[in-house]
C-alpha cells in the first residue's frame, strides 16, 4: 500500500496505458519534474514502465507487468466507487 499511496504513481501506471513522453507526462499531472522523475525512476525499478525510444523520441510505456499492476489498480478504485455509493 505504501507504493500507490506515492503521489503520481498510480496517476502514472493509468496514464500509460499508451506511451506517453515525460513532458506529456508533466503536462498532464501538473508535477515538479523532480517529482516526476524520482517516481519514474522507481516505477521503472520496479519493473513496471519501461523507456522506449523511436524516431529519436523518448516515451515511457506499461510492461507486462505494470499492465496488471494498472488492472488491479482500476479494481481498487472500481471497489472505492461502491463503497462511496453504499456510504451515501
Known amino acids: 500500500m505504501k507504493l500507490i499511496c ?3 504513481f498510480v496517476s502514472i ?13 508533466l503536462k ?6 523532480d517529482t516526476l522523475a524520482r517516481r519514474i525512476r522507481e516505477l521503472s525499478e520496479l519493473g513496471l514502465i ?9 516515451r515511457y510505456r506499461l510492461t507486462e507487468k505494470g499492465a496488471r499492476v ?8 472500481e471497489l472505492e466507487k461502491r463503497i462511496e455509493e453504499i456510504i451515501d
Open 6 to 8: 506515492r503521489k503520481h
Open 13 to 25: 501506471l493509468l496514464l500509460l496505458e499508451s506511451p506517453k513522453s515525460f513532458n506529456e507526462l
Open 28 to 33: 498532464i499531472l501538473k508535477a515538479y519534474p
Open 50 to 58: 519501461a523507456r522506449d525510444e523511436a524516431e529519436g523520441k523518448l
Open 70 to 77: 494498472a488492472e488491479l489498480v482500476k479494481g481498487i478504485e
